[in-house]
């Protein structure tokens, strides 16, 4: 893992559970989730998006994330910004990023128009708010925002390396390359987004990222770290069985 500064580390404190050297960030917009994963301490951090919050049938985005910053004071909370003109993308990055200590904005890699962000995430970035850069599937784009970034302010980088992998790209080496790129940075933690399985969090985690998002289901997976094959097999049978005898099936 490339060694980040004593400022970035607060953001990476993990319970090491099954010897874990990545932090496990839930990716969500339930509270109920958010705050359980807190309190149980299977989540390190919180990512979100407009699109994840319009599932979870949010109207108020304030009222949420106050909400969700009263309850989890002391962890990384990622909230994006939801607008398409720089102008206001960045008036609302500085109201979000007053909102706590622990609160990273996120700002996408360029609009709806491809038009690039990185004139904004560099302004935004030297004033010194933390920022989540997201939607980044290139190392053209990685290298240009920690071109970009203040030397001096915590970053997250995230990757959606399950989007790539969608397109039928292993996205193992690109992640290598990007954490690479982010040697001299280092403020900057690389975040691997969208995984699809349990699998990505250990291949994260050799590639050398510093963060994964996991969605609910896939964070209680973890417990699965280790497990007996062999007892997994029988575990499976038993669920076939079960489920057909509680059908009534018959033939």
Same mark, same amino acid.
């Given at each position: *893992?490339?060694?980040?500064?004593? &400022?970035?580390?607060?953001?990476? @404190?993990?319970?090491?559970?099954? &010897?874990?050297?990545?932090?496990?960030?839930?990716?969500?917009?339930?509270?109920?989730?958010?705050?359980?994963?807190?309190?149980?301490?299977?989540?390190?951090? %919180? =990512?979100?998006?407009?699109?994840? *919050?319009?599932?979870?049938?949010?109207?108020?985005?304030?009222?949420?994330?106050?909400?969700?910053?009263?309850?989890?004071?002391?962890?990384?909370?990622?909230?994006?910004?939801?607008?398409?003109?720089?102008?206001?993308?960045?008036?609302?990055?500085?109201?979000?990023?007053?909102?706590?200590?622990?609160?990273?904005? @996120?700002?996408?890699?360029?609009?709806?128009?491809?038009?690039?962000?990185?004139?904004?995430?560099?302004?935004?970035?030297?004033? &010194?708010?933390?920022?989540?850069?997201?939607?980044?599937?290139?190392?053209?784009?990685?290298? &240009? =925002?920690?071109?970009?970034?203040?030397?001096?302010?915590? =970053?997250?980088?995230?990757?959606?390396?399950?989007?790539?992998?969608?397109?039928?790209?292993?996205?193992?080496?690109?992640?290598? !390359?990007?954490?690479?790129?982010?040697? !001299?940075?280092?403020?900057?933690?690389?975040?691997?987004?969208?995984?699809?399985?349990?699998?990505?969090?250990?291949?994260?985690?050799?590639?050398?990222?510093?963060?994964?998002?996991?969605?609910? !289901?896939?964070?209680? @997976?973890?417990?699965?770290?280790?497990?007996?094959?062999?007892?997994?097999?029988?575990? =499976?049978?038993?669920?076939?069985?079960?489920?057909?005898?509680?059908?009534? %099936?018959?033939?």
């Amino acid at each position: *893992m490339v060694r980040t500064s004593v &400022g970035a580390q607060r953001y990476l @404190k993990t319970n090491g559970a099954g &010897g874990r050297r990545i932090a496990v960030y839930g990716d969500g917009a339930t509270i109920a989730d958010m705050v359980s994963a807190y309190k149980n301490g299977t989540a390190d951090g %919180f =990512t979100t998006n407009p699109t994840l *919050m319009a599932k979870a049938g949010l109207t108020d985005y304030r009222a949420f994330a106050h909400e969700v910053l009263a309850a989890i004071p002391d962890r990384s909370i990622s909230f994006e910004v939801f607008a398409d003109d720089f102008d206001e993308m960045g008036r609302q990055a500085r109201e979000i990023g007053s909102w706590g200590e622990n609160v990273f904005v @996120k700002i996408p890699i360029m609009n709806t128009r491809s038009e690039s962000a990185l004139p904004l995430i560099r302004e935004l970035s030297h004033e &010194g708010l933390k920022l989540n850069v997201t939607a980044l599937m290139t190392l053209e784009q990685v290298k &240009g =925002t920690v071109a970009a970034i203040s030397p001096e302010t915590p =970053t997250i980088i995230s990757v959606f390396a399950g989007r790539i992998a969608d397109t039928g790209v292993d996205p193992v080496p690109l992640m290598r !390359d990007c954490v690479k790129a982010c040697k !001299d940075a280092p403020e900057a933690m690389v975040l691997w987004a969208s995984p699809r399985e349990v699998l990505n969090i250990y291949q994260a985690e050799q590639c050398g990222c510093h963060i994964i998002t996991c969605t609910p !289901d896939l964070i209680k @997976k973890l417990s699965l770290r280790g497990k007996d094959l062999t007892e997994y097999s029988r575990e =499976t049978v038993q669920m076939f069985f079960d489920d057909g005898r509680k059908a009534g %099936f018959r033939l």
